[in-house]
């Protein structure tokens, strides 16, 4: 954790963005990755042309950590397997049927099951990455900065259609971690959610929390603030300027906090843009996926 920097775009339309016309004839396919509770969960991989191998980024979806599925990245997913990269979205436990901390014990042993895999996809994990929106931007950068908590063996992770045998001695860290509209801080959430009556919001909280005390423990930024971060690898963090459901005086705590510690982090703010802009085609998710495109490259050097 040695270099300190916040870099800050400002995100407009650009000439030259990725363009969602670009080449996308790559494979996709449904497999099963674990087992827990009685339940299977299933991945989705996006695979390049080409011989490989491929560096590989993890895909965790948002939905107030209650909703959605492995599909809901679909748009930025492709076009990232577009430019090389093997992409595994990954379906997991959330509320109201599941409490704190399942979905990101779940997080952590699919960053373990894609190692395990790596030689089936001929995927590249020396310097696998995560990439996440709105909780599931929470949860990837929960599971970035918390790497060495114990594996949940109450799960299964498979090896193929087989079941894999030692997995919580596989590494969960990660190189770098991307974060679209996060909800860094649950309890920060919350509170705005009850000021401006989004009931909807207040009810997933209490649906996957139950406790503000659980929101408060699950915050990045106090995490990083408290100096309890396992470690801070490179984050890059997208801001919508229209955004109802993601206040940015919580991302700027966030930002502060992971300078404060010596974290390298970038901030893109997209402005007149809502919440979750970026599932929709449109010139500025043109330019955010370039810019995801063009962070997670840098990377690999």
Known sequence: MSRLCLFVVCCLAQAGAFSMSDDLSIEVHDEIWTRVAGQTFQVRIYRPAGEGPFPAILDVHGGAWTVGDRTNGVLFNRALASRGFLVAAIDFRDGPNFKHPAASHDVA??????????????????????????????????????PHVPADESAVVFQGETE??????????????????????????????????????????????????????????????????????????????????????????????????????????????????????????????????????????
Request: charged share 20%.
């Open 109 to 146: 042993n699919a960053i373990r099951w894609l190692r395990i895999n790596a030689e089936r996809f001929n995927a590249d994990v020396s310097k696998l990455g995560l990439i996440g929106s709105s909780s599931g931007g929470h949860l990837a950068l929960h599971a970035a900065i918390t």
């Open 164 to 301: 894999a045998k030692e997995f919580a001695g596989v590494s969960a860290e990660v190189s770098y971690v991307i974060a679209l509209w996060p909800v860094s801080d649950p309890f920060f959430r919350y509170r705005y959610a009850k000021r401006a009556k989004l009931e909807r919001l207040v009810s997933a909280h209490d649906g996957y929390f139950e406790t503000e005390a659980a929101m408060r423990q699950a915050s990045v930024t106090r995490i990083i603030a408290a100096g309890e971060a396992g470690t801070l690898p490179p984050a890059m963090i997208v801001q919508p300027g229209e955004d109802a459901n993601v206040p940015v005086e919580m991302t700027f705590e966030l930002l502060r906090a992971w300078q404060s510690r010596g974290g390298y982090i970038e901030y893109s703010y997209y402005p007149d843009q809502p919440h979750a802009f970026g599932h929709r085609p449109s010139e500025s998710t043109s330019a955010m996926v370039q810019g995801i495109i063009d962070f997670a490259v840098r990377q690999l050097d």
